[in-house]
């Protein structure tokens, strides 16, 4: 029982290490990306919402560290991030 206890420990310290969530993961996102390339930069979204025709998605954790992208018109329009300093 207590290896599987660490075992299951150490892959999700590593996966928590494997975050696409990060400043240089932020600064490949460009505006004008349509969202599968931004998907290819930071894997699939975490949350996604479309209101009027435009969409905004979420990788990350909006209480902690994030990285969203607003697309209109099926292209990268808005890009923010929040604790990736």
Do not use: H, P, Q
């Amino acid at each position: 029982m207590l290896r599987k206890l660490i075992m299951f420990s150490s892959i999700s310290i590593l996966l928590v290490g494997c975050s696409k969530v990060t400043l240089e993961n932020y600064d490949r996102v460009e505006m004008g990306m349509v969202k599968s390339d931004v998907e290819m930069i930071l894997g699939k979204a975490d949350n996604c919402e479309e209101v009027i025709g435009t969409y905004s998605c979420i990788w990350g954790n909006e209480e902690e560290k994030y990285i969203k992208v607003s697309f209109i018109m099926d292209r990268a329009a808005i890009i923010t991030k929040k604790g990736l300093d």
